[in-house]
């Protein structure tokens, strides 16, 4: 089975611009994301998908694999899904699954690809999957930039929203505390079909890509991790996350051909 992994990846960021190429541990963040990535067994083969050349520049350098999209892209699901096209052409190669991993998880690991990935190999209906990770703090909780997430008894979503959910308005300090983690595992076909569906009233409300799904009345399937992670959306994110990663124990492994 042809598995890959897609980092879509711009310097134009609207919230924090220039931020794949920021530096932790002297190794850029898009470096981090790639060759933590490319650490997963299950996967075929790991590609940036950018349309900077400043990334480009940088990925050739270092031996990564880069495609290079559009600068038209509003979503990263359709810079993943142009990029999907272009290496089946370069690799003459038809891709199974396609794992959309954000540019801002320096700090995914292998383990977590291969559980967010385990689901579509199991379940023949699952087309699209999602990690969910607990969260430690009710500042976390309360943070709109991270994606909060309720899901039923068969951890299919509910729903997703920048503001904290479930609520606890009613005095209750034990609600779950859930985010998406952006690693998302998509069936080929399902990922191009999914950007044909139209877009969203709530997914444009709250700028969450898989609430297109459930406003089309389809699953998307969480998959816990226990992880510890954290995505980058700000210098402050930024900070924290090179505290995190110090001892880290797989950037020995790549620290040094990443810079």
Request: glycine share 0%; charged share 30%; net charge negative.
């Given at each position: 089975m042809n598995i890959i992994a897609i980092i879509p990846a711009r310097m134009g960021s609207s919230r924090y611009p220039g931020k794949p190429l920021a530096l932790i541990h002297h190794v850029p963040m898009v470096g981090h994301v790639a060759f933590r990535t490319a650490m997963s067994?299950?996967?075929?083969?790991?590609?940036?998908?950018?349309?900077?050349?400043?990334?480009?520049d940088y990925c050739q350098r270092v031996g990564l694999n880069c495609v290079m999209t559009g600068d038209h892209h509003v979503r990263c699901s359709?810079?993943?899904?142009?990029a999907l096209l272009k290496i089946e052409d370069l690799t003459g190669q038809r891709a199974d699954i396609v794992v959309m991993v954000q540019g801002d998880e320096?700090?995914?690991?292998?383990?977590?690809?291969?559980?967010?990935?385990?689901?579509l190999l199991d379940e023949a209906a699952v087309n699209v999957t999602n990690l969910m990770a607990e969260m430690e703090t009710v500042a976390e909780f309360e943070d709109p930039n991270e994606v909060?997430?309720?899901?039923?008894?068969?951890?299919?979503?509910?729903?997703?929203?920048?503001?904290?959910?479930?609520?606890r308005k009613k005095g209750s300090d034990k609600v779950p505390m859930r985010k998406q983690v952006c690693i998302i595992p998509f069936r080929r076909d399902y990922l191009l079909?999914?950007?044909?569906m139209e877009e969203s009233p709530l997914?444009?409300?709250?700028?969450?890509?898989?609430?297109?799904?459930l406003e089309h009345g389809e699953k998307v399937r969480m998959v816990p991790t226990a992880a510890r992670t954290w995505s980058v959306d700000t210098p402050e994110?930024?900070?924290?996350?090179?505290?995190?990663?110090?001892g880290d124990d797989l950037m020995?492994?790549?620290?040094?051909?990443?810079?």
């Open positions: 067994p299950i996967l075929s083969s790991t590609w940036v998908a950018t349309c900077d050349p400043i990334i480009e359709t810079r993943t899904a142009e320096p700090m995914v690991r292998p383990e977590m690809i291969d559980a967010a990935v385990r689901p909060k997430v309720v899901v039923d008894r068969a951890s299919d979503a509910l729903y997703f929203s920048r503001e904290p959910i479930p609520s079909r999914f950007n044909e997914e444009i409300y709250e700028s969450v890509d898989m609430l297109r799904i994110d930024l900070a924290r996350v090179a505290r995190l990663m110090e020995a492994a790549y620290a040094d051909k990443a810079r």
